[in-house]
């Protein structure tokens, strides 16, 4: 739980400014989660460094960070979450101050700090049958651009990556509410077996499975649209949503401590499922 806090307080900070898609505060954002990646995985995140076409004249440059666990398995996992957000908020602000630092604590640092954790325990020696593919996307709130092209790094290095059979996403995990204990999950029908087979009530939650269709909103699109079999986990949208009150001091860190023990379980499950 200290990881989550260590990683929220610090990528919504108001020194990172929002952490805006192409700004110096998201690579700063990105350096920041590459050294907290070293320390717990003792490995060294890799860069796709892409171009984000926004407008005819407007272009950013967008990087995302990702690391291959090869258990020399013919099928790959890419487990993911974004990490930029709106900077000072602008038209994507749900605030009358869209002009100040809106810092994302739930969006999406929060799924940042689980995929960390989540990373940790993924790369330790443990008969696997697929491998993991990490990845820390960049420029999501501006289109999804981040996944895009890493889709496309995927193609150019897919006999490195091998075949991949499933997607797991983070996107806003710190919310969890107390008085009603729930994670929300958008999945394709083939995980739903895996899903139903694990009881979540040891873990004092409830999930609940939502519309499959909003895959097609997140960082799993580009892939859901290849048929490729995608999940993600969320606790929902609240009130400071894209607002400049989504800060670290409202993230449940027990809540998240609850999904981390969980998707311990059910990740590697998923490997059995997946096509």
């Given at each position: 739980m200290q990881l989550?806090?260590?990683?929220?307080?610090?990528?919504?900070n108001d020194s990172m400014k929002g952490r805006a898609s192409g700004s110096p505060e998201a690579i700063k954002s990105l350096k920041f989660i590459n050294k907290q990646f070293q320390l717990l995985t003792?490995?060294?995140?890799?860069q796709q460094i892409f171009v984000a076409q926004l407008n005819d004249s407007t272009q950013i440059q967008g990087v995302n960070g990702y690391y291959f666990i090869n258990n020399k398995a013919k099928k790959t996992i890419i487990v993911g979450a974004h990490y930029?957000?709106?900077?000072?908020?602008?038209?994507?602000?749900?605030?009358?101050?869209s002009d100040v630092v809106h810092n994302g604590a739930d969006d999406n640092a929060s799924g940042v700090a689980l995929l960390l954790g989540m990373s940790e325990f993924l790369i330790k020696p443990q008969k696997e049958t697929v491998n993991?593919?990490?990845?820390?996307?960049?420029?999501?709130?501006?289109?999804?651009?981040?996944?895009?092209?890493?889709?496309?790094?995927?193609?150019?290095?897919?006999?490195?990556?091998?075949?991949i059979s499933g997607v797991v996403n983070?996107?806003?995990?710190?919310?969890?509410?107390?008085?009603?204990?729930?994670?929300?999950?958008?999945?394709?029908?083939?995980?739903?077996?895996?899903?139903k087979e694990i009881d979540t009530?040891?873990?004092?939650?409830?999930?609940?499975?939502t519309d499959e269709d909003k895959l097609s909103q997140l960082d799993t699109k580009v892939f859901y649209n290849k048929n490729v079999p995608c999940i993600n986990f969320t606790t929902g949208i609240h009130n400071d949503y894209h607002a400049t009150t989504d800060d670290p001091d409202?993230?449940?860190?027990?809540?998240?401590?609850?999904?981390?023990?969980?998707?311990?379980?059910?990740?590697?499950?998923?490997?059995?499922t997946a096509n």
């Open positions: 989550f806090k260590k990683v929220i307080y610090t990528l919504a003792h490995k060294k995140l890799n930029d957000h709106i900077g000072l908020g602008g038209p994507l602000s749900m605030s009358k101050k993991y593919l990490i990845v820390f996307y960049a420029a999501h709130e501006i289109g999804l651009f981040g996944s895009e092209a890493f889709a496309k790094l995927i193609e150019q290095k897919k006999h490195q990556f091998k075949s983070f996107d806003m995990v710190g919310r969890m509410a107390d008085d009603q204990k729930k994670i929300k999950c958008m999945t394709s029908p083939i995980f739903n077996s895996i899903l009530q040891p873990f004092g939650f409830s999930l609940n499975i409202y993230i449940n860190y027990n809540g998240m401590l609850t999904i981390y023990n969980y998707l311990s379980v059910l990740v590697p499950k998923l490997g059995n």
